[in-house]
Nanobody
Framework: VQLQASGGGLVQPGDSLRLSCARSGRAISMYGMAWFRQAPGKEREFVAA????????SYADPVRGRFTISRDDAKNTVYLQMNSLKPEDTAVYYC?????????????????WGKGTQVTVSS
């Protein structure tokens, strides 16, 4: 299974970005999916998760109400819509897949990781 995140870039505070995570290889449609991020000098942290059916989501407090996770299994893709971006959202963003179909916030529960995509929010 390969996961490839894309869509990052340099934006100004208040702007929006949509990250995509494309899956290839063995089908993992029953896997929960998640986004994490890691800022320089900090540990990787949970951002958002979605269950295998796409009906249940969870968010970290700093992004709740601004970010939306979704999935389109017909396209083997998971998305992270990020609105009202702040400088503190600057990080490398990673997508991950968990065998816990309900989704998980824990890095230890992730079976597969994609390479990250850089998001920089700066004026």
């Amino acid at each position: 299974v390969q996961l490839q995140a894309s869509g990052g870039g340099l934006v100004q505070p208040g702007d929006s970005l949509r990250l995509s995570c494309a899956r290839s290889g063995r089908a993992i449609s029953m896997y929960g999916m998640a986004w994490f991020r890691q800022a320089p000098g900090k540990e990787r942290e949970f951002v958002a998760a979605i269950d295998w059916r796409g009906t249940s989501t969870s968010y970290a407090d700093p992004v709740r109400g601004r970010f939306t996770i979704s999935r389109d299994d017909a396209k083997n893709t998971v998305y992270l819509q990020m609105n009202s971006l702040k400088p503190e959202d600057t990080a490398v963003y990673y997508c991950a897949a968990s065998a816990y179909s309900r989704g998980s916030r824990n890095t230890d529960d992730m079976s597969y990781w994609g390479k990250g995509t850089q998001v920089t929010v700066s004026s």
